[in-house]
């Protein structure tokens, strides 16, 4: 069993920037893709990014080139850096960990229980 847990949401103003940080403990995440997704009220929940055992990367063309994904596999931590931040990423994000190399949420087995972002005019 693996749980993870977000944390650094909060306010920010519009331009500004936010690290999310998921802390997993139970198996290790070092052979996991991890996932971050956002849904923000009334909407399906969304893929942001995803970040292979290995560092690679893939992200939404609505976060690209704003936010980038991190991983310290030794400490069981994953971040997504956000930058540039817009009123329409106002949303309750969430990092996941998976199996395969997917943007779909069914493809991650594990999630955590998300942190609130909101991002201010």
């Known amino acids: 069993q693996v749980q993870l847990v977000e944390s650094g949401g909060g306010l920010v103003q519009a331009g500004g920037s936010l690290r999310l940080s998921c802390k997993a403990s139970?198996?290790?995440?070092?052979?996991?893709?991890m996932g971050w997704f956002r849904q923000a009220p009334g909407k399906e929940r969304e893929f942001v990014g995803q970040s292979s055992w290995r560092g690679f990367t893939s992200y939404a063309e609505s976060v690209k080139g704003r936010f980038s994904i991190s991983r310290d596999n030794a400490n069981n931590m994953v971040y997504l850096q956000m930058n540039s931040l817009k009123p329409e990423d106002t949303a309750v994000y969430y990092c996941?960990?998976?199996?395969?190399?997917?943007?779909?949420?069914?493809?991650?087995?594990?999630w955590g229980q998300g942190t609130q972002v909101t991002v201010s005019s």
């Open positions: 996941a960990a998976g199996t395969t190399w997917s943007s779909l949420p069914r493809a991650y087995s594990y």
């Open positions: 139970g198996r290790t995440l070092s052979s996991y893709t």
